[in-house]
């Protein structure tokens, strides 16, 4: 086994990550982890993306790659320390793949699959949310193939969940559905917060410099969640959250309350018939069940200390997402 203190690495081992790759830079999260890491100066970050992708943010070094040719990720990646992939979902199914298996070659030690949101390790709800299963494979097969995953769990994103309605509230037409009681608590995070926390990963030491140093280090995480959270909050929370933004009391919208489990199967059944809708309604739903592992602060614990994580702002964060709402966002619209 490697040695795991950085006092017996040897010659001209540096005890911190300096060289970060980013798959989906220019995207909602990557351009998010671009930005906190060029903040600390302590990074030099590579973009690999396809030659019709966005410009990323200044600062950055591109690289042209093709998905699709293994030589080609390959000779990107070498050198790198770390790898964060954040992919569409709309990308082929086996691009994850493909880029794995070629930061292994390249021999990346650290990659941060895309697996962000829902507590994988919590086996009811990875095997019902329809997200943790293939999430957590994303994971092994970084770990099986011979490199460490981190993964980053987040909880949904909060701006993205608000606007879109997939909480449960219609925040145009002062709508609100509440799963059960509306007082379920579940952990969320910004992309802000989770641009925070990858940087405030990356700048700890990779290992601890000897047998007693008990400082918090990139190497505890290994092959392991990193649990990182903006709020842990219930549906209540967000509608008090959006009256304190425009203005509204309970008096000036719709409010209704469905079961979280009878919202679950409705989802289900919707998707066997075809509706893609169906999809978000039920993962949302299920991680909404009372105690059903959407709280994953109360039962894990997070890393926001340990990683020099702030307070995020629950009204500022509700006002970007009503912001959103206001300029009509749609991420799925066709034309």
């Keep these: 086994m490697a040695p795991q203190c950085a006092k017996d690495q040897l010659t001209g081992f540096t005890n911190r990550i300096e060289r970060v790759a980013i798959v989906g830079v220019s995207g909602n999260l990557g351009k998010h982890f671009a930005k906190e890491l060029l903040k600390t100066g302590k990074h030099t970050v590579t973009a690999l ?14 690289v042209v790659v093709d998905y699709d040719n293994e030589d080609s990720l390959v000779s990107a990646l070498k050198g790198q320390q770390f790898l964060v992939i954040t992919l569409s979902v ?4 086996d691009t994850h793949s493909k880029i794995v298996k070629a930061a292994v070659k390249a021999g990346v030690p650290y990659i941060m699959p895309n697996s962000y949101g829902s507590d994988i390790m919590n086996e009811s709800l990875r095997k019902e949310d329809l997200y943790g299963e293939g999430a957590l494979e994303r994971c092994k097969e970084i770990e099986a193939l011979g490199s460490s995953y981190i993964a980053l769990l987040c909880g949904f994103w ?4 608000l606007s879109l309605g997939s909480f449960g509230f219609d925040i145009a037409n002062k709508k609100a559905t509440f799963f059960d009681d509306g007082k379920t608590y579940t952990n969320i995070s910004t992309w802000e917060q989770c641009g925070r926390a990858l940087a405030g990963l990356l700048s700890l030491k990779e290992l601890p410099e000897d047998a007693n140093d008990k400082s918090p280090t990139i190497s505890q995480w290994k092959n392991k969640p990193l649990y990182i959270s903006s ?8 509608l008090d959250s ?10 000036d919208w719709t409010i209704e309350y469905e079961p979280s489990a009878q919202r679950y199967k409705d989802g289900i059944e919707a998707m066997k018939k075809g509706d893609r ?10 991680t909404f069940f009372p105690n059903g592992g959407g709280d994953f602060e109360t039962s894990r614990g997070l890393a926001n200390s340990a990683i020099g994580l702030k307070d995020d702002d629950l009204d500022e964060a509700t ?13 799925f619209k066709t034309s």
């Design 277 to 286: 809708q169906g999809f978000a309604k039920a993962m949302y739903s299920r």
């Design 49 to 62: 993306t396809r030659a019709d992708s966005k410009g990323p943010p200044d600062a950055i070094k591109v």
């Design 231 to 238: 709020f842990r909050i219930t549906q209540r929370d967000m």
């Design 158 to 161: 909060y701006k993205w969940s």
């Design 242 to 251: 959006i009256h304190r933004n425009i203005g509204t009391t309970d008096s």
């Design 90 to 93: 709309f990308a082929p199914p």
């Design 319 to 331: 006002k970007r997402a009503v912001d959103m709402v206001k300029a009509g966002f749609n991420p």
